[in-house]
């Protein structure tokens, strides 16, 4: 604090003559010389402490008090234009126009030479859309300052925001005399040409700045864009030649040029000026994303097109190695063209990169889990938790996977820490509590497990996962059969020819003693795809055998065997020859 006295003292004697209003200063007389330092008024001195001490606030971000203490300038020199001018700045970061361009106003009224009231003036002028009186303030400070070239631009968009069009283009050509041919002002000329319908003029200015900058290659391509923008191709493929001809490894013309034969929908041409584009290091990673975007949804259609978009993916991760955005780009390609084990070793490379994207690792664990890799999707999915721990969808992801795995217990404590995560979202709490029915029914915690699905149909009555499961769960236990049957049945209606549906609507007929109903669903499981299935085969045997056909169910626990894995009592089943409860 020490050290900001001593910065305001020396600031007082340097603002001090500048705290009096607007008057001008003068040469001092002989006499004044002689007589000494100007002696200060009470008045004068009062201004001067109140303008400091307003200033040193404003830079100590005490705004309030700055403002205050400015209005005091004021109050005792209404004419003080640096308050006025201190003032106006404050509102405008206030966002109060409208007090900016009064204090501002002040300002320049009473200092009309001051070359930085002006322009805060007409800043002001612009901000509250007074449009015709920023012009006024914009021609005197041009006669005033002919050398500032940023007032034409600014002048020049006042012209424009009033359709003024042929006024803007004057001031540029004015600009132009005094700074010669600049692309910054050509390419603004152009603009408005094609804004207003001047093809030939802008045609011309884009032609001036080639003639300026002959070797430039981008100005070729602009130029090549603006002929093909107005049907002009050969024209355009002329100009795209001679720019390659100049610079033939330039990404920007080749993609400017491929997206001109790919509007045309010469895709072969347009993808052998794309692939020079994409093995090209200048041209960024962002546009080459933006590209493959574009390509996402067009390229589904053809094979040609599918061939292309995996081409530019492997030529995207060849030239940006490094960076994560182009294993995951590539990564959504193989994805969506069901290339699961190529999409999971991209999404895997792009988080060894960069660990920071959560969207990422979602769909590492979405991949995993289609793929049945659920150790994998154990171990990243346990590492996505220490980087996102309020992040629901991990821990579900991460439930799922111990449930798959045999470890259910783990699924119950991973599940229910997620669920206390979730902040309005019903969809996503439903999907926890039919994976918690599941956990808790493969821990014998059976209450929990029938709380855990009844909740879930609360938030979703038609979810046909949980109506069947909790079904298929009750006619094992051999507990509310009735409900049990009414939830199949709805499952079967929402979603038919689901031959695991078809097997529990089975299962609990034949729990209900319904053995020929039973039968006859059984039968269809098998027809809707479950002919290789062990469990719904072992199944139809039991049913064979309560219908007393022991050669028909001694069949089927054989077929059920040859299958794969049915229940602990398969074998006993089929030595025995007979069912066993």
Not at 75 to 94: T, V
Not at 155 to 177: G, H, V
Not at 250 to 259: A, Q, V
Not at 345 to 362: G, P, R, T
Request: net charge negative; hydrophobic share 40%.
């Amino acid at each position: 604090m020490k050290q900001l006295a001593i910065n305001f003292f020396i600031i007082t004697a340097v603002l001090l003559a500048g705290c009096k209003g607007a008057k001008k200063t003068t040469t001092l007389s002989q006499k004044e010389k002689e007589s000494g330092p100007k002696q200060f008024s009470k008045h004068d001195l009062d201004v001067n402490h109140f303008f400091v001490s307003a200033n040193k606030e404003k830079l100590l971000g005490n705004t309030e008090d700055a403002i205050l203490l400015f209005k005091k300038c004021l109050q005792i020199d209404p004419n003080n234009a640096a308050a006025s001018y201190e003032l106006s700045i404050l509102a405008i970061n206030a966002g109060d126009y409208q007090s900016a361009e009064a204090f501002s106003k002040k300002a320049y009224t009473l200092d009309p030479e001051n070359e930085w009231y002006a322009v805060l003036y007409v800043e002001t002028l612009q901000r509250n859309k007074k449009i015709t009186e920023a012009i006024k303030v914009y021609d005197n400070l041009l006669k005033k300052y002919p050398n500032r070239t940023d007032l034409y631009y600014d002048y020049a968009d006042c012209y424009l925001r009033m359709n003024k069009a042929n006024e803007a283009i004057q001031l540029y050509d004015e600009l132009e005399k005094k700074i010669g041919v600049n692309p910054e002002l050509s390419l603004q000329k152009e603009k408005i040409f094609i804004r207003i319908g001047k093809f030939e003029k802008a045609v011309e200015e884009i032609n001036k700045l080639i003639a300026a900058y002959p070797e430039e290659a981008k100005y070729y391509g602009i130029l090549a864009e603006l002929y093909a923008a107005n049907n002009k191709e050969n024209e355009a493929i002329e100009i795209y030649n001679k720019a390659l001809n100049i610079d033939q490894d330039n990404p920007y013309i080749n993609l400017s040029f491929s997206e001109f034969y790919r509007q045309r929908k010469d895709y072969s041409k347009a993808f052998t000026y794309l692939e020079q584009a994409f093995n090209s290091e200048e041209l960024d990673i962002d546009s080459k994303v933006k590209v493959l975007l574009s390509y996402f949804v067009v390229s589904e259609k053809t094979e040609e097109l599918k061939a292309q978009s995996l081409s530019l993916c492997d030529l995207i991760i060849k030239a940006h190695p490094k960076e994560a955005k182009a294993f995951s780009i590539a990564g959504d390609f193989y994805y969506r063209d069901r290339k699961l084990e190529k999409a999971k070793e991209y999404f895997a490379q792009a988080v060894e990169l960069d660990k920071s994207k959560y969207v990422i690792w979602n769909q590492l664990l979405i991949i995993e889990s289609e793929l049945q890799q659920f150790d994998e999707m154990i171990k990243h999915g346990k590492e996505a938790l220490e980087l996102f721990p309020n992040e629901p969808t991990i821990y579900l992801l991460l439930g799922i996977a111990y449930l798959q795995e045999k470890n259910p217990a783990e699924a119950v404590t991973v599940l229910k820490q997620g669920k206390n995560m979730i902040i309005d979202n019903k969809p996503l709490l439903g999907q926890f509590y039919a994976n918690l029915g599941d956990a808790y029914y493969r821990t014998k915690q059976m209450e929990l497990s029938d709380e855990s699905y009844e909740e879930a149909l609360k938030i979703n009555p038609n979810d046909t996962y949980v109506l069947n499961n909790y079904a298929y769960y009750l006619s094992l236990r051999n507990v509310k059969l009735d409900r049990a049957e009414e939830m199949s049945k709805k499952s079967n209606e929402l979603e038919r020819d689901n031959a695991s549906y078809n097997d529990t609507y089975g299962w609990i007929l034949f729990a209900q003693g319904k053995y020929a109903e039973a039968k006859l669903w059984l039968e269809k499981a098998v027809a809707n795809g479950a002919s290789n299935n062990a469990v719904i085969l072992e199944h139809l045997g039991d049913v064979e055998y309560k219908l007393n056909n022991s050669q028909a169910a001694f069949d089927y626990w054989i077929k059920a065997k040859k299958a794969g894995a049915g229940s602990d009592i398969l074998d006993r089943k089929i030595n025995e020859k007979r069912l066993i409860e």
